[in-house]
Every structure is written in structure tokens, then in C-alpha cells.
């Protein structure tokens, strides 16, 4: 499908290769070196801290509803104002960063690790069972992240686990077809024909060649797709589907916000600003990551692939 | 070419045929009970077991398959739990209205963005430029809801410079267009800013190429060597392009619904979800994933049509 046309558009024929390994660290140093790749990293640094310490920072209990001091404006007391039932806004909003990351990461990860097992299995055995994989892979791209949500999570009921599926199961084919792509071109290299006839099982072959040469342009890939699964996580809640009011969760603030955007605005202040935030760091630091990748394809055409494409559906 | 269309179109068969089963099946898929889960925790055992017969659980699940499949080909998509009226009746109308907008903002996202690249690209370090490079990342990052939420503060909550909400009616088009502007610029925002990214790019790579000099050498006018060469061969890349901004601009369309209220495929779907109302629910979700299907494989065929490198190769590889 046109996906995989504007992968190879966009990741250039060879795919994100051309960078000579030299382990994690000096690829760290080489991307911390940027001005892009040093700022975004302090600012995402910057972000986990406040995820882990929001109950130190915020001002007040993200949950202490005040019925007196509803829909305020900003004041010393609450900087970004109060919400409907009168909850700190700017405390919702620190609060809000933890969820946006403990939805984002395991459903991302999650996600790379089942379409990366799946991808090898359809691309290095081939056959009926890679054709199988391929009609499915493309069965659950037909469903944009939000509409695979409406459908799942109405008959799922929504929590923070159903939307951390719902998230996964929207990336898996993306990544599986990926690495299906990438395998099906080192399956054809010499050393692999030379380890099988060597005797090397199946089985030895992925997991010791095949599995090291595939993986790490992908690592890139999946760092430029957490801001994507935060996009959608925040979207669901906006739409109602994700995660349930009171949870501080950006989404569920957008949601009030917008219920009251005509008496007072300042709900939503808060979450827009730690969404363009967090997104905008991570899709600097992919694009710097895969600056350093390849030099060659500095060229922004490959900017971003098509899969982080898709997954921005909100 | 022929052999390809053929068989991209076989495959687009098979995985509506595929998406259909999982969606007769999806009731059954999931934990618990359906009949249950739908009517809520206070429902009666009676009510239970006549919503079971209503869906049709009662019958084995490819029973259930084969009746949602052979009615949705007839264009019958069930019957609304709250209504009682036919499912496609219902959505109609809201339909059209996602439709528009979708093909509104599919079209105003080329239209300003590739200009802006090409702009871009012949003006190099000019105020287009600067504009490109400077805005793109945070435009890229941006999600439409929180571009659409901007644009509603903006225009229309204190300033009512464009009206708010709801579609209108295609009996008034001036009101009508009027109240498309918002929505479709909330979408297509993204766009600019990628289209313009990619078109900026890929003009000045075809400059570069050794047949842009040849083609000089011969003494081509500089405006023939831009717009007639160069533009065509930095076009393709925005052709393979179009299936993604399918995908994405429906999805977008859920939210911008909701934002400003219009009548659509998205909010009926959301409100049907409110209503604990399946069919209504399973028939948007085929409609959408439908849409996107039909949308990728005119961008793939349009793509191999115009890339004949691509045509040459002729293997017509769809498993690849």
C-alpha cells in the first residue's frame, strides 16, 4: 500500500542506514553534540523529572475540588487559574505529564516488541504464513488510531489499560511491516546463506544476524513515534474515550476545558502547552538521531517516515 | 500496470473482506458479555437475553459473520438500538458532511503547501524559506485538536470573526463554506508544513541533478527548467504521500467534529458510543476504514502511473 511507497520515498532506497555502529554511547555523544539533539534532550530530561516529581512540585492537590473557586483566572494562588470544580489547573497539568508517559512508552514499546517478532517471522519464513501476516498487517492499518479507539474502547470500556492496547494494536503493523521489509533484504545476504549452510538452525540465524542488523535504525523510529502515542492517549480523553475524568490527565483537562471555553479558557492552557512541549522535543530529537544516523539524508524530504506520519492521525 | 492495478485491487478486496469478519466478530472478541456491557450494569435478565437475540449473539459467531457481511454488501448496516430506524439511513447524511470536509481539506492542504515548498525551494534563504524551516517542526508536532482548539479561541469565543459551530446546510453554501474554513484549516495545517518540508527538499535535490544541468546547457529558460522539470519529477513523492494524508485527515475528522460541533460520521459515532449503541457504532468504523482503503489504493495506483521507473520494473510486487 501507499504506506510502504512513502516509507521508501521517505527513508530513501537503502533504508535509515549508513552509520558506522560504535556503540550507544558514542551515538549519545554524537546527537548530544547538536544544539537540536542537546536542547531536546534537556527539555525531555526536564519533562520526565516533572513526571516523577509532579507531587513535589505542583502547588496543590490535583484532586482538591473547591466549589467556591470555580473557572477562576490566573491569580498567585493558582497561576493557571481553576477548573470547573474549582482543582489548580497548573497542578493537573504537572500531573497530567505522568500519565501522557505511562501511556506512551509501554504502548510503544509493547507495540515494537509484537510487530518486530511478527515482522522476522513473516519476513524470513515467507509463504502462506507471511501472506497471511501481510493481510492482516494491512486489515488493522485500515483503522486510524482514533477509529480502531471508537471501535474498541466502546466495547472495552475505557481504562488506562484499554488504551494502552488500543494504542499498541494500532502500531503493531506498522512495525511489523517494517521489519518484514528490512528482513526480507538481509535474508538475501551471503553470511545468512553461509551460516545456514554451516548448519545454523533457523531459529540461530534471526536471533544471532538477521535480529542486530535490523533493530537499531528502527530504535530512531520508535523514539519519533512516543510523542505520536501521546497525541493519541490525549486525544481519546479529549473525545471522552480514553482515560476517565477526575484523572489529571491532559486529555480529560482538554475535555473540561473545552465544555467551558466560552466562560473561561484557562483549562486548557495547561495541557496545549505541555503537548507542543513534549511533541516537538521528541520530534526534534528523532529528526537529530536520524540526522546522525546517515549524514547523507540530512535533506528534511526524509524528515519523518511515514509511519510517524499515520500515527500523528490526531 | 494493468497486472498490478488487478491485483492492488485484490487486495484491497481481500482486506475489506478481512475487516468485515473481524468486525462481525469484534462483539465476541472481547471479555465479557456484550449484551451486558452494552446495557450497563442495572440491566434485567429479560432485557439482557432480548438484546442477545436483537444482536444476534444467540446464533454461532460465523452465523453472526456471514449475516453482518451479506447485509453490509446489500448496504444494509443493522438496525439503531435507540431509534430502531436503519443504520444506513441514519448515517447518510452526516456522511456527506464528513466527506466534504475531508476532501475539502485534502485539497487545501496541496494547494498552500506545495506552493509554499516550491516557493521555498526557488527563493532559497528568502522570507518563504525562513518561514518553512522556522515554523515546521512545531506545526509538525502539533496535534489538529490542539490546532483546532487554538483556532476556536482565537476566531470565534471573544472575536466572531468566523461562526463557530455546526456544519450549516448545502441549501445555504455561503454559510456553508464559511463554517468548512476553520475545520479543514485544523487539518490541513500538518500539511503545510510537511508538503512543504518534502516539496522544499526534493526541488532542490532534481535541481542538482546532472540532467537539470544538461538540460541547461541546451539553453532551457530557467522558469521552463523549474516549473516544467523539476516540479514533475519533485511531484511524485507528494503522490505516495496522498494515502497517508487519507488516513490522517479522517481520523482528524473525529476531533474537529466534536470541536466545532458539525454534523458528521464522528460525532455520530461518539454520541453512538454515549448511547451504548453498537451497530451505529461498527457501521462508522466500516465506513471509515473503507474510506481509507479506497483513498490508498487510487494513491497507489496514481503513484505507479506516475513513476514510470516504477512501472518498468513490472514485478508488480503488492507482498512487498
Same mark, same amino acid.
Not at chain 1, 497539568?93 to 515482522?119: K, Q
Not at chain 2, 444467540?58 to 430502531?84: C, E, R
Not at chain 2, 470565534?156 to 468566523?162: F, K, P, S, Y
Not at chain 2, 496514481?302 to 514485478?315: H, K
Given at each position: ?25 558514542? &551515538?549519545?555523544r554524537?546527537? @548530544?553534540? $547538536? ?9 525531555l ?80 519464513l ?5 501472506k497471511?501476516?501481510?493481510?492482516v ?12 479507539g471508537?471501535?474498541?474502547l ?5 481504562s ?5 492496547? /488500543? ?9 511489523? $511491516?517494517l521489519?518484514? @521489509? ?13 551460516? $545456514?549452510?554451516l #548448519?545454523?538452525s ?28 501521546v497525541?493519541?492517549?490525549a486525544?481519546?480523553? &479529549?473525545?471522552?474515550?480514553? /482515560? ?5 490527565d491532559?486529555g ?15 483549562e486548557? /492552557? #495547561? ?24 549524514? $547523507? ?18 | 500496470?494493468l ?13 475489506i473482506v ?39 449473539? %444467540? ?5 453472526q459473520?456471514w ?10 448496516l ?11 439511513s441514519?448515517?447518510?447524511?452526516p ?11 485534502? *485539497? ?8 509554499m ?6 527563493r !532559497?534563504?528568502?522570507?518563504?524559506d525562513?518561514l518553512? !524551516? ?12 490542539v490546532?483546532?482548539?487554538? +483556532?476556536?479561541?482565537a ?6 470573526l468566523?461562526?463557530a ?12 463554506a464559511?463554517?468548512?474554513?476553520m ?20 526541488m ?8 537539470? !544541468?544538461?538540460?541547461?546547457a541546451?539553453?532551457?529558460? =530557467? ?10 519529477n519533485a511531484? *511524485? ?12 485527515? +479522517?481520523?482528524g ?5 466534536v ?7 464522528g ?6 458510543i454515549g448511547?451504548? %449503541? ?17 483513498g490508498?489504493?487510487l494513491? %497507489? ?15 508488480? =510486487?503488492v507482498?512487498?
Amino acid at each position: 500500500m501507499s504506506v510502504q511507497a512513502s516509507q521508501q520515498v521517505l527513508l530513501g532506497e537503502t533504508g535509515p542506514g549508513g552509520y558506522e555502529p560504535r556503540g550507544l554511547l558514542a &551515538f549519545a555523544r554524537d546527537v @548530544a553534540r $547538536r544544539p537540536a539533539g542537546a536542547a531536546s534532550a534537556a527539555v525531555l530530561l526536564l519533562l520526565v523529572l516533572v513526571a516523577i516529581f509532579a507531587p513535589l512540585l505542583a502547588p496543590h492537590n490535583p484532586d482538591t475540588i473547591n466549589v467556591l473557586n470555580t473557572l477562576a483566572s490566573p491569580s498567585a494562588g493558582h497561576l493557571l487559574g481553576t477548573d470547573s470544580l474549582g482543582r489548580d489547573n497548573l497542578s493537573r497539568t504537572l500531573y497530567g505529564t505522568r500519565l501522557a508517559l505511562e501511556i506512551a512508552l509501554p504502548s510503544v514499546l509493547g507495540a515494537f516488541a509484537v510487530g518486530a517478532v511478527l515482522g522476522l517471522i513473516a519476513g524470513y519464513l515467507g509463504g502462506p504464513l507471511d501472506k497471511l501476516l501481510v493481510i492482516v498487517f494491512d486489515s488493522v492499518i485500515s483503522f486510524p488510531a482514533v477509529i480502531l479507539g471508537l471501535a474498541l474502547l466502546s466495547l472495552l470500556g475505557p481504562s488506562v489499560k484499554s488504551v494502552i492496547f /488500543v494504542i499498541a494494536v494500532s502500531l503493531v503493523p506498522y512495525y511489523g $511491516r517494517l521489519i518484514r @521489509a528490512q528482513t526480507l533484504s538481509e535474508r538475501k545476504n551471503q553470511y545468512v546463506k553461509a551460516e $545456514r549452510s554451516l #548448519g545454523a538452525s533457523r531459529a540461530r540465524v534471526l536471533r544471532r544476524h538477521i535480529l542486530p542488523n535490523v533493530l537499531p535504525p528502527l530504535l530512531v523510529i520508535v523514539a519519533m513515534d512516543i510523542p505520536s502515542a501521546v497525541i493519541i492517549e490525549a486525544g481519546l480523553a &479529549f473525545l471522552g474515550l480514553g /482515560v476517565q475524568p477526575p484523572t489529571p490527565d491532559w486529555g480529560v483537562m482538554l475535555n473540561d476545558g473545552f465544555t467551558n471555553i466560552g466562560t473561561s479558557p484557562w483549562e486548557i /492552557v #495547561g495541557p496545549i502547552v505541555g503537548l507542543l512541549v513534549m511533541t516537538t522535543a521528541f520530534t526534534l530529537l528523532g529528526e537529530t538521531m536520524r540526522d546522525v544516523l546517515d549524514p $547523507r539524508q540530512r535533506l528534511p524530504q526524509r524528515g519523518l517516515t511515514g509511519r510517524r506520519l499515520r500515527k500523528l492521525d490526531a | 500496470m494493468l497486472l498490478y492495478v488487478a491485483k492492488r485491487l485484490g487486495l484491497a478486496a481481500v482486506v475489506i473482506v478481512v475487516i468485515m469478519a473481524l468486525l462481525g466478530a469484534l462483539v465476541n472478541l472481547v471479555p465479557g458479555d456484550p449484551a451486558r456491557i452494552i446495557l450497563g450494569p442495572h440491566a434485567t435478565p429479560q432485557l439482557i437475553a432480548e438484546v442477545r437475540r436483537s444482536m444476534g449473539l %444467540d446464533n454461532p459467531i460465523y452465523v453472526q459473520v456471514w449475516d453482518f457481511m451479506w447485509q453490509a454488501v446489500h448496504g444494509n448496516l443493522g438496525t439503531d438500538f435507540i431509534s430502531k430506524a436503519s443504520v444506513s439511513s441514519e448515517i447518510g447524511a452526516p456522511l456527506v458532511n464528513t466527506l466534504i470536509l475531508s476532501v475539502v481539506s485534502l *485539497v487545501l492542504s496541496v494547494v498552500v503547501g506545495v506552493p509554499m515548498g516550491i516557493l521555498a525551494a526557488v527563493r !532559497r534563504g528568502g522570507i518563504v524559506d525562513a518561514l518553512v !524551516r522556522g515554523t515546521s517542526v512545531v506545526l509538525l508536532s502539533a496535534p489538529s485538536y490542539v490546532i483546532g482548539l487554538l +483556532l476556536l479561541l482565537a476566531f470565534a469565543i471573544d472575536v466572531h470573526l468566523l461562526p463557530a459551530l455546526g456544519s450549516g446546510s448545502l441549501s445555504n453554501l455561503g454559510g456553508y463554506a464559511e463554517r468548512l474554513i476553520m475545520p479543514s484549516v485544523a487539518l490541513a495545517a500538518f500539511w503545510w508544513a510537511y508538503l512543504a518540508r518534502l516539496v522544499r527538499s526534493s526541488m532542490l535535490e532534481v535541481l542538482s541533478d546532472p540532467f537539470v !544541468r544538461t538540460s541547461r546547457a541546451y539553453g532551457l529558460k =530557467e522558469r521552463v527548467i523549474r516549473y516544467r522539470v523539476a516540479l514533475k519529477n519533485a511531484l *511524485v513523492p507528494v503522490t505516495a504521500l496522498t494515502g497517508l494524508m487519507v488516513g490522517y485527515i +479522517l481520523a482528524g475528522t473525529v476531533y474537529v467534529e466534536v470541536i466545532f460541533e458539525r454534523t458528521g460520521l464522528g460525532n455520530l459515532a461518539i454520541a453512538a458510543i454515549g448511547n451504548r %449503541d453498537w451497530p451505529v457504532v461498527r457501521a462508522a468504523v466500516l465506513i471509515y476504514a473503507a474510506a481509507f482503503i479506497v483513498g490508498n489504493l487510487l494513491a %497507489d495506483v496514481a503513484y505507479r502511473f506516475l513513476d514510470p521507473r516504477l512501472r518498468l520494473e513490472e514485478r508488480a =510486487e503488492v507482498f512487498i
